[in-house]
C-alpha cells in the first residue's frame, strides 16, 4: 500500500515529470463512483484550461494546484500515477485519465479501486503528526495520547493521529528503536519516544532516498517495493541484529514482527 514515503515520491516524479503549467483539456475514467464532491463534467466545468501551479502533498494526499483550486488524489491501497503521452498503450488498471493541452495524460492506475478525486472541503488531517514534516516529533502527540494504555503500534497505525506511516514502516521503526511493539504508550521515556521518532523519520528517509535514485529510470511499474527493511518479516527466522527468532503476533489484526532479544517487553 502507498504510504508516506510513497506518496511523496509521487508528489516528486509528477513534479519532475513537468506536471506543472499544463493545462487540463478533458477527463476519462471507467470508476465515476470515485470521484468525491465532482463529476467528471463538472471536473471539466471548473478545471478544464486551468494551469497546474503546483502539486503538494497534505498527509497521503497529493493536493493538485491549478488556477482555478486545488483538487485531491488518494491513491487508497493500490493507486499509482504516470503522465505519458498519448500514444503510449495504456495500462491495463488505468482507471482515470486526465488529458492536457500537450498530447500527455496523467493516468491513475489502480488494481483495487480504492483510490479516489477528490473536490471540496480536503479530509481533517493532521499535518502537525507529518513524520516527514519538519520537526515531527512523538511529544506532539500531547499527553492526552501519551498518557493512554494502548500499545505503542496501534497509536503509531492510528491514522487520525500518525497519517501514513503503515504496516511496515511501523515495525522497521519499532525494530531499530528497540522497543516491543506492545508496550503501552505511558511506560514509554522521553528519550525512548525520542529514539522512535528519530528511527521513524530515518526509515521514511531511507526508502525515500531509494525511490531518488529510481524515479524517472524505469516507470513501467509502481514503485511499491523499493524499501529496504533491516527487519525480518518471517517468523523463527533469524534476527538480522542479534540472530535471535523472529516472533509473530498480530496487534489490532496486523502482522507485527519483532524479536524479543532486541525489543524486549
Ligand atoms: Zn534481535
Redesign the pocket.
Known amino acids: 500500500m502507498p504510504e508516506l514515503p510513497e506518496v511523496e515520491n509521487t508528489k516528486r516524479y509528477l513534479i519532475e515529470s513537468g506536471i506543472v503549467g499544463l493545462q487540463f483539456e478533458s477527463v476519462w475514467t471507467d470508476s465515476p463512483t470515485k470521484w468525491m464532491g465532482i463529476t467528471e463534467e463538472a471536473f471539466l466545468s471548473v478545471f478544464r484550461d486551468a494551469k497546474v501551479v503546483m502539486v503538494e502533498r497534505v498527509a497521503k494526499y497529493l493536493v493538485i494546484q491549478t488556477e482555478n483550486g486545488d483538487f485531491l488524489l488518494h491513491l487508497g491501497m493500490t493507486g499509482w500515477l504516470r503522465i505519458q503521452n498519448v500514444d503510449n498503450p495504456a495500462h491495463k488498471f488505468a482507471r482515470h485519465v486526465f488529458h492536457f493541452n500537450d498530447s500527455r495524460e496523467l493516468r491513475f492506475m489502480d488494481s483495487r479501486k480504492f483510490g479516489k478525486i477528490i473536490y471540496g472541503e480536503p479530509p481533517k488531517v493532521s499535518v502537525l503528526c507529518d513524520p516527514l514534516a519538519e520537526g515531527f516529533a512523538l511529544e506532539d502527540l500531547g499527553l492526552s495520547v501519551l498518557s493512554r494504555k494502548r500499545s505503542i503500534k496501534s497509536i503509531l497505525m492510528d491514522q487520525s493521529l500518525i497519517p501514513g506511516l503503515g504496516n511496515l514502516y511501523t515495525d522497521e521503526s519499532l525494530f531499530q528503536a528497540g522497543i516491543n511493539p506492545f508496550t503501552p504508550i505511558y511506560k514509554l521515556s522521553v528519550g525512548q519516544l525520542d529514539l522512535l521518532t528519530e528511527k521513524i523519520k530515518t526509515s521514511l528517509i531511507r526508502s525515500l532516498d531509494e525511490y531518488d535514485l529510481v524515479r524517472g529510470v524505469d516507470d513501467s511499474e509502481p514503485y511499491f517495493s523499493m524499501t529496504p527493511w533491516d527487519i525480518q518479516r518471517k517468523e523463527n527466522d533469524p534476527?538480522s541484529?542479534?540472530g535471535?527468532l523472529m516472533q509473530f503476533s498480530r496487534i489490532n489484526a496486523r502482522g507485527t514482527y519483532y524479536?524479543l532479544?532486541?525489543q524486549p517487553m
Open positions: 534476527c541484529k542479534c535471535a524479536c532479544e532486541c
